[in-house]
């Protein structure tokens, strides 16, 4: 038995109290005190307004073969087409700093919407979003852009957009052209007539992706 364990309880002198560094971004952390009489009693109680808060938005990716897209592009253009249906992939990720050092995910989810045609801010704030879950296969034919937000748990947003994806899997009448050649550089009256007699290639074919 120490001496100090014979101060009544009342005898006690908590003053100084250190933070535990222990708050979260959902609720204020402790602090804890030594007893001043040195009896080595300690006191914790809550630390009021230590609480985190977070205001850094997601950060959000969207991948597609080897394009990669983490903002909203603002004037897409449909230069982007594909004679194969394509998989879209989306990351997100809301790493928020801890007071001890550490790192929390926050993240709450993701959501994708699929237009065929450049959306404003406004409008897109009206879109009915669909929870992302796995990745995305564009098919069948036709005009895409992918959107996407993400929102973490304190309703911070970031919004990130594909460019104009064209998908067009109807063959070309023109055989033996592999997928992704690019058809406009060829597609004069010259290339026509020398170099590939005979051959009428498509006006407005896929440029290379
Ligand atoms: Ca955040």
Not at 154 to 160: E, I, P
Not at 169 to 198: M, Q, V
Request: glycine share 8%.
């Amino acid at each position: 038995m120490t001496a100090s364990e014979t101060i009544p309880a009342t005898g006690h002198r908590f003053t100084q109290y250190v933070s535990n560094q222990d708050a979260t971004y959902e609720a204020d952390g402790t602090k804890t005190a030594d007893c001043g009489n040195g009896c080595g009693q300690k006191d914790t109680r809550p630390e009021p307004g230590s609480r985190l808060t977070d205001t850094k938005n997601p950060e959000v990716e969207i991948t597609m073969g080897d394009h990669l897209w983490s903002e909203t592009v603002s004037q897409p253009t449909f230069s982007l087409c594909f004679r194969e249906t394509q998989t879209v992939t989306v990351t997100a990720r809301d790493e928020e700093a801890l007071p001890n050092g550490g790192t929390v995910n926050r993240l709450d989810k993701a959501y994708y919407y699929i237009s065929d045609k450049a959306l404003t801010p406004a409008q897109l704030r009206g879109v009915s979003w669909t929870e992302y879950k796995t990745a995305l296969r564009l098919n069948p034919d036709g005009k895409f852009l992918v959107y996407v937000k993400a929102q973490d748990r304190s309703g911070n947003l970031s919004y990130a957009s594909t460019d104009g994806i064209l998908i067009d899997r109807t063959p070309p009448e023109l055989s033996g052209i592999a997928d992704g050649a690019i058809f406009s550089e060829l597609n004069t009256e010259s290339h026509k007539n020398a170099s590939f007699p005979g051959v009428f290639l498509p006006v407005a074919g896929c440029l290379a992706a």
